[in-house]
């Protein structure tokens, strides 16, 4: 017989949020992964409704062994007017579909103690999927200056490389969300590959898709179905498209199967006022600069470059159309 493969261990920093609720339901229905906790951030609801949000979909899927962290309801400046998306996913963040609130209570460590723990548990281990703003992972990098070597890898939804930001033409919403924090963990050292709004713009659920989640028995697309509406009709406005980006769940899919995806290497920093603030600006590091800059003996991450996006909502699908 084959040897088990080991599953990896997985943390979701998160902002629930529709598409984080697909990428919860998507990381739990994966026999690759083990869902160690959940931390919550602000950024398409505030931190506190995340992380009810977060408690009510674990109890929703039936785990409410895997643990909550709440994250920081500020930005690593302690900025406290903070950019939410309710306009994207509805004021309660899940489609406006008011859920009675979860029996369930989020630890009493704080979502950087937590990450910082897991990392010294099982160093090497664990992969951090971060789907909103980086605040928690800059909190835990401050917490302990060993947490970019103790972690296995940070998996970053964030960044708009050679197109087009989503909140404006510069900036895509988790790196705006607080683009000091983006730019301390894009140079702290870690295993990061960073999949920005150029790879998730080319993955697309479309009115077939949600077709079958609407038809499906699995109680993750019944679920999805009724939530998704909202969603939808922002993506018609804002777009003028029949369908939705699958944003997190995509870059979830990058833990269980790095393979979807090609990626280049680099260094990111991220432009943190005016204008351009949360601009990703990516370096290939080919050429020799004269002078001393910022941008000087910075590490390197690797950014995606391609998706096959079939591939990528096909699997999507696969795990939400199936129950346990």
């Known amino acids: 017989m084959a040897a088990v493969t080991k599953k990896k261990k997985v943390i979701i920093d998160t902002d629930p949020g529709i598409d984080d609720a697909m990428a919860i339901f998507v990381a739990l229905r994966s026999p690759e992964l083990e869902v160690v906790g959940l931390t919550t951030i602000f950024g398409n609801v505030y931190t506190a409704l995340a992380t009810r949000n977060a408690l009510h979909l674990l109890e929703t899927a039936g785990r409410t062994d895997i643990p909550v962290a709440e994250g920081s309801h500020v930005t690593i400046k302690k900025a406290t007017k903070l950019r939410i998306a309710s306009f994207v996913h509805g004021s309660d963040g899940l489609g406006n579909q008011n859920f009675p609130p979860p029996a369930g209570k989020a630890l009493d460590q704080s979502a950087a103690a937590f990450l910082v723990e897991q990392a010294n548990l099982y160093p090497g281990q664990v992969t951090v999927v971060a789907l909103g703003p980086l605040t928690n992972l800059a909190l835990a990098v401050e917490l302990d200056p060993s947490f970019p070597k103790k972690i296995g890898q940070i998996i970053i939804l964030g960044g708009a490389y050679s197109v087009n930001g989503n909140v404006n033409p510069a900036a895509e919403a988790n790196i705006f969300g607080d683009p000091d924090a983006a730019d301390i963990v894009f140079t702290c050292g870690a295993d990061i590959l960073a999949i920005g709004i150029n790879i998730t713009h080319q993955v697309l659920l479309s009115d077939v898709d949600r077709k079958k989640l609407e038809q499906s028995d699995s109680k993750y697309a ?103």
Not at 240 to 262: C, F, K, N, Q, W
Not at 278 to 295: C, H, P, R
């Open 222 to 324: 019944r679920y999805l179905s009724n939530i998704l509406g909202y969603y939808y009709d922002y993506h018609m406005d804002a777009y003028s498209i029949t369908g939705v980006y699958l944003h997190d769940p995509t870059t979830l899919l990058a833990a269980v199967d790095p393979s979807l995806m090609t990626y280049t290497e680099g260094v990111v920093r991220v432009q943190t006022d005016g204008i351009t603030k949360g601009l990703t600006v990516f370096d290939n590091t080919k050429k020799t600069y004269g002078e001393i800059t910022a941008w000087c003996g910075k590490p390197t991450v690797k950014v995606a470059v391609t998706v096959d996006a079939p591939a990528v909502v096909e699997l999507i699908m696969q795990r939400l159309l199936t129950d346990d």
